[in-house]
C-alpha cells in the first residue's frame, strides 16, 4: 500500500477576529514547527486571509492557508463571492469544497460544488472535498450511499493528474460541532467505503495514494485512537483547531500515528 502522509486541517469557520486570527496563526505555526511528516493547513475567515499568510511567512512556514469556500467563475456580477484568483492573490494554497455547512445551511448542491472544486483545480490550488451524511440517513443505513453519491458527484469530470491535489475530508454531519464523534470504527468503515469509491473512478493505485481525512468533534483527546484506523490520514477540525495548543496536539497525534 502506498505510504501517505498525514493532513490536518484548521477550519476556524466564523470566528476570530483581526488580531485573534494572527494570534492563532502565529501559535499553530510555532507549534506545528516540531512535527515532522504531517502536513498542516489553517482556514482563516476570507477577510484575515491576506493577514494570516503574513503570519505564516514570518513565523517561518510550518503551516500552509486555505480559504473556507470560493466561487467558480473568474470574475463579474457575483455580489458577495470570492474568486479563486482572488484566494491565490491573499497566499491561499488549498480550498474546502462541500463544506457540510455550505451544504446544509447555505444549501449548495452537488454540482455547485464540482463546479468550484473544478475551478480550484484549474487554478492550481489543491482542494478538500468535504462528505458526510445526516443523522437520518445514519439510522436508516443510507451513510455508504451517500457518501458515494458526494464523491461521485464532487469528483466529477476531474483528471486522474489531478487527484494528487484533492484530498477527501469525511465529516458526518451529526458528529459537527456536537461534541459526539463517530467511533474509530465506524469513521474508519465510512473511510474504506470513500476509497473503495475513488479506486472504483481512479484505479486502485490513485486511491491508496488519496488522504481521506476524518471531521467532526475531533479533539486532542480522542484523536489518537481516530488517527490510529488504517485509512484514516488526518483530521480537519473545527472547534478545537481555535486553540493552539489542542490543534497542536491533534497535528501530533496525526503525526505519531505513522
Ligand atoms: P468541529 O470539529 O467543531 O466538530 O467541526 C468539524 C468541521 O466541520 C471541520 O470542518
Known amino acids: 500500500m502506498t505510504a501517505r502522509s498525514p493532513i490536518v486541517g484548521g477550519n476556524w469557520k466564523m470566528n476570530t477576529d483581526r488580531a485573534g486570527a494572527v494570534a492563532l496563526a502565529r501559535a499553530v505555526a510555532a507549534g506545528v514547527r516540531p512535527l515532522a511528516g504531517v502536513q498542516t493547513v489553517v482556514f482563516p475567515p476570507f477577510v484575515y486571509l491576506s493577514e494570516v499568510a503574513a503570519a505564516l511567512a514570518q513565523s517561518g512556514g510550518g503551516a500552509s492557508l486555505g480559504a473556507q469556500d470560493c466561487y467558480h467563475a473568474e470574475k463579474g456580477a457575483f455580489t458577495g463571492e470570492i474568486s479563486v484568483g482572488m484566494l491565490k492573490d491573499c497566499g491561499a494554497a488549498w480550498v474546502l469544497a462541500g463544506h457540510s455547512e455550505r451544504r446544509h445551511v447555505m444549501h449548495e448542491g452537488d454540482d455547485l460544488v464540482n463546479l468550484k472544486l473544478r475551478a480550484a483545480l484549474h487554478a492550481g490550488l489543491s482542494?478538500?472535498?468535504?462528505?458526510?451524511?445526516?443523522?437520518?440517513?445514519?439510522?436508516?443505513?443510507?451513510?455508504?450511499?451517500?457518501?458515494?453519491?458526494?464523491?461521485?458527484?464532487?469528483?466529477?469530470?476531474?483528471?486522474?493528474?489531478?487527484?494528487?491535489?484533492?484530498?477527501?475530508?469525511?465529516?458526518?454531519?451529526?458528529?459537527?460541532?456536537?461534541?459526539?464523534?463517530?467511533?474509530?470504527?465506524?469513521?474508519?468503515?465510512?473511510?474504506?467505503?470513500?476509497?473503495?469509491?475513488?479506486?472504483?473512478?481512479?484505479?486502485?493505485?490513485?486511491?491508496?495514494?488519496?488522504?481521506?481525512?476524518?471531521?467532526?468533534?475531533?479533539t486532542a483527546a480522542n484523536a489518537q485512537g481516530l488517527m490510529a484506523q488504517p485509512d484514516i490520514d488526518g483530521a480537519l477540525v473545527g472547534g478545537a483547531s481555535l486553540k493552539a495548543d489542542e490543534f497542536t496536539a491533534i497535528c501530533a497525534a496525526a503525526a505519531n500515528a505513522r
Open 127 to 218: 482542494v478538500i472535498l468535504c462528505v458526510g451524511e445526516k443523522l437520518e440517513q445514519r439510522l436508516t443505513g443510507q451513510t455508504d450511499t451517500v457518501n458515494e453519491r458526494q464523491v461521485r458527484l464532487g469528483l466529477r469530470s476531474v483528471e486522474p493528474s489531478e487527484l494528487a491535489r484533492i484530498v477527501i475530508a469525511y465529516e458526518p454531519v451529526w458528529a459537527i460541532g456536537t461534541g459526539k464523534t463517530a467511533t474509530p470504527q465506524d469513521a474508519q468503515d465510512a473511510h474504506r467505503h470513500i476509497r473503495s469509491v475513488v479506486a472504483d473512478m481512479f484505479g486502485t493505485p490513485a486511491a491508496n495514494a488519496l488522504r481521506i481525512q476524518y471531521g467532526g468533534s475531533v
